[in-house]
């Protein structure tokens, strides 16, 4: 899901979204603030007092909350849209408790609405301005997905860190070795991963970034972390079968570049698509 808070720019209004319960809600202060950065609270309010705002509204909250005051909701609608018709986001939520629109109080407080609702307030303030409000929410949920599928091929090496450093355990460490000393080995051999790989040893990159914090696989593309995954199995057979390890680094940096051309091969060819 999306980060608890965080802020797009559409046509230089910056328009907070919170996550909640995997939902998104995105402010509509903001979004008001578009058309009349003095007067957002007026033009809300006036969007409310639309007729098709409330049956909008309502049925959104008949579709998702079942706790939703569906009595309240059709005396709201039956005189909304008349010339004295006034309602506010807050009378609404504590009159109909709607789970769709939400008060906010604190340092990002206003008036927030899910995702749905927000794009219709979009649409009725400006066609224009909901169109880069999507693309720009869209753009937002690519990223994230990114980032998800980025965390999940980590853990996926990670995992297979295990397996190697298992093989290790079983095949390069010798029982009488110190806690020490056999850090040097399990060290020593994913360094024998990080050359075929990336070319460079642990401690030369933190050499080379000592303002990074972490280590160089915490920095590799989703690509680097497939290949990794591969590698470190790969390094466990090779282990459990005796290879040298300098025939294993040989093997692994040629594997580790055939798979690197052909992931990049897909990459391209879905850009493309």
């Known amino acids: 899901m999306m980060a608890k808070n965080l802020k797009m ?17 995105i402010s509509l202060t903001d979004i008001a603030r578009y058309r009349d950065a003095e007067r957002s609270d007026y033009i809300l309010q006036n969007w409310m007092r639309n007729r098709s705002t409330i049956e909008f509204i309502g049925l959104w909250e008949i579709f998702n909350n079942p706790d939703f005051n569906s009595i309240e909701f059709d005396g709201i609608k039956s005189i909304s849209g008349s010339n004295s018709f006034t ?7 504590e009159t109909t408790n ?28 400006s066609a224009e301005f909901k169109f880069y409000l999507i693309k720009e929410f869209q753009r937002l949920k690519e990223e994230e997905q990114k980032q998800l599928g980025w965390s999940a091929k980590r853990e996926l090496a990670k995992i297979n860190y295990h397996i190697h450093t298992d093989a290790i355990k079983q095949n390069l460490v010798p029982k ?10 399990y060290a020593n051999e994913a360094d024998v991963l990080n050359m075929a790989l990336f070319g460079i040893t642990a401690k030369q990159w933190r050499e080379a970034n000592p303002e990074l914090k972490g280590n160089i696989r915490d920095y590799a593309t989703i690509n680097e972390l497939i290949c990794l995954s591969n ?10 079968e005796k290879n040298p390890q300098e025939e294993r680094l040989v093997k692994l940096n040629q594997i580790a570049i055939h798979q690197m051309k052909v992931l990049i091969g897909i990459e391209h060819r879905r850009l493309l698509i």
């Open 176 to 185: 009488e070795l110190t806690p020490a000393e056999t850090s040097i080995v």
């Open 87 to 93: 309602l506010t986001p807050k009378r609404w939520i």
């Open 231 to 240: 590698l470190e199995n790969l390094n466990a057979v090779f282990i459990n």
């Open 9 to 25: 720019n559409v046509k230089g209004t910056e328009i907070l979204v919170y996550t909640q319960k995997a939902d998104e809600y």
């Open 98 to 125: 709607a789970k769709g629109i939400v008060s906010k109080t604190g340092r990002y407080g206003g008036t927030f609405a899910h995702r749905d609702i927000a794009f219709e307030f979009a649409s009725w303030l």
